[in-house]
């Protein structure tokens, strides 16, 4: 005999609910809207010309379109190119390096039989009290590491944060013990264990400290300047923020010789050395989104 198939139960929502969910979108809508307003605007401001934005402000809409500041960055194609390949090499290079070391440092300092777990705990966390200060950790990385003009000097200094450590171990530490105990019963070594059993349950954490890594590479310009002489070298915010000294200079000068100053898109040269630099990360974020809402909110609820 067969047996009919149930079908769904519809939950009306009542009128009460109804209300709620247009405030929430309303309400979600208008803060989307004055998040973007601002990036609407950065756009904008970077196809007007400088007459325009030094005499008549900003606006949602280019008053005076021109394309004057992106031919300025765009003036030699090859030294944006290549300063575009350093930054995605670093970018790339450096994040997966400081997810590799950060993930099993924070594996180590998680396990409790790990006899020193907690000295190790503390030697890390009193990094973030004191150091060295900026003078000493130039002669380190210059005097003894030889680091100048090589992109070591770009890779090593960020490649490890003790608050993504922090950030990291409470990922390893809501994995079960038993998996782990598991995995040695089985023969599995240290190593083994961390590669086949700990790393693929650390997704979310990885997109969460490899984002923040990411983000901190791309948008890393101090380094370049302290530790960088070759111009083949400059990643792309270095290489932006050197065309903008230049810019700014020429119209310091220009301003002592009486020239016209607005002939100089200082203004609008910013606007559009922003929309470069942050395109790529704005295509990045959208793959990593889903592991990003996931990590930052661990132990926000107890499982």
């Not at 005999?1 to 309400?27: D, G, W």
């Not at 060295?132 to 680091?147: A, E, K, P």
């Not at 086949?196 to 310009?221: E, H, Q, R």
Request: proline share 4%; charged share 10%.
């Amino acid at each position: 005999m067969a047996t009919a198939k149930a079908k769904p139960m519809k939950i009306k929502n009542s009128t009460s609910t109804t209300v709620f969910y247009i405030i929430c979108y309303v309400l979600i809508g208008l803060i989307t809207l004055a998040c973007l307003l601002p990036f609407i605007m950065l756009v904008s401001g970077s196809f007007t010309s400088e007459h325009a934005i030094r005499f008549g402000g900003y606006s949602l809409l280019p008053r005076e379109f021109t394309t004057e500041a992106y031919q300025l960055i765009f003036k030699t194609p090859m030294a944006v190119i290549k300063a575009y390949g350093v930054s995605i090499f670093i970018t790339v290079a450096g994040t997966a390096a400081g997810l590799i070391l950060t993930t099993m440092t924070a594996y180590v300092i998680s396990r409790k039989d790990f006899k020193y777990r907690n000295a190790l705990s503390f030697f890390f966390y009193f990094t973030t009290l004191f150091n060295g200060g900026m003078v000493c950790t130039y002669i380190f990385y210059i005097q003894y590491l030889h680091l100048k003009d090589s992109y070591w000097a770009l890779i090593l200094p960020a490649m490890f944060n003790v608050f993504y450590l922090l950030i990291m171990r409470t990922f390893v530490s809501s994995i079960p013990m038993a998996l782990i105990e598991s995995a040695k019963i089985d023969g599995a070594g240290e190593f083994r264990t961390f590669f086949s059993i700990v790393l693929p349950l650390l997704k979310s954490g990885m997109a969460t400290i490899g984002l923040f890594l990411a983000l901190g590479y791309w948008n890393d310009w101090y380094n370049a300047m302290l530790y960088i002489n070759s111009e083949d070298k400059y990643p792309l915010q270095y290489m932006l923020y050197s065309l903008l000294q230049k810019t700014q200079a020429m119209a310091a000068i220009a301003s002592q010789a009486n020239v016209q100053l607005t002939d100089i898109p200082t203004n609008s040269l910013k606007l559009a050395m922003a929309v470069v630099a942050t395109g790529p990360i704005i295509l990045v974020y959208p793959f990593v989104q889903k592991y990003f809402v996931k990590g930052v909110t661990i132990g926000s609820v107890k499982g």
